[in-house]
């Protein structure tokens, strides 16, 4: 995941989470659960939903932050994970820095 000045507030952050494992991707297609954890900076957990890319044989998902996604300020941690015939997977904990927004 590579996402560079994210704001608190942002709506319409895309969020690209590849699911690999030892280099070769995994297939999303008919996958029975693809979400993204949130761990906020205040502890409080959460889940989003992501959308599989093409026809998911590139094991690319993507979430766009709405309205209150990102309410709050400071390091995010985010999994992806993935329920698909082959396993139960997750990525690598990876963190999304979400700078304060100065004005209104």
């Not at 690999?20 to 991707?25: F, M, P, Y």
């Not at 994970?81 to 209104?104: F, K, P, Y």
Request: a negative charge; hydrophobic letters at 40%.
């Amino acid at each position: 995941m590579a996402i560079e000045d994210v704001y608190q507030g942002d709506i319409g952050t895309v969020i690209t989470i590849n699911f690999e494992d030892d280099g070769v991707a995994l297939s999303l297609a008919g996958a029975t659960t693809c979400e993204l954890y949130t761990l906020r900076p205040s502890g409080a957990r959460g889940k989003w939903t992501l959308t599989v890319t093409g026809d998911g044989t590139a094991g690319v998902a993507t979430y766009t932050t709405v309205a209150g996604d990102l309410d709050v300020e400071g390091d995010w941690r985010v999994q992806g994970h993935l329920i698909n015939a082959s396993g139960n997977w997750v990525t690598n904990e990876d963190v999304l820095r979400v700078h304060r927004r100065l004005g209104a």
